[in-house]
């Protein structure tokens, strides 16, 4: 038997819908054909990393503009010891 893959969003749609409880476990399995285990699974799996959303600090709180900033800041420190560096050793071979 071969092993089915979910996407993210689909997950995400069967989780809420079990959230909702507008229907038991095992007529959500029926309706989206998983074993009501699968479900439980995805929903404490989904409840675990629902804290993530809101705490600060975090990278997925950054807009787009923020996470390319640190980047940019991240490599112009990093070329700036290469630099300070290559000043160094040019300095000892010219002398």
Same mark, same amino acid.
């Given at each position: 038997m071969r092993r089915r @893959? /979910?996407?993210a969003k689909f997950k995400t749609k069967v989780v809420l819908a079990? $959230? @909702?409880e507008s229907a038991g476990l095992s007529e959500l399995a029926q309706k989206y054909e998983l074993a009501p285990t699968q479900i439980s699974k995805?929903?404490? &799996? /989904? $409840?675990?990393?629902a804290e993530s959303v809101f705490s600060t600090g975090s990278s997925s709180g950054k807009s787009e503009a &923020?996470? &390319?900033r640190d980047q940019l800041l991240q490599t112009i420190g990093t070329l700036k010891v290469e630099n300070d560096f290559l000043k160094k050793v040019c300095a000892n071979i010219f002398i």
């Open positions: @893959k /979910f996407t079990a $959230l @909702k995805w929903k404490k &799996e /989904f $409840l675990q990393g &923020e996470i &390319e």
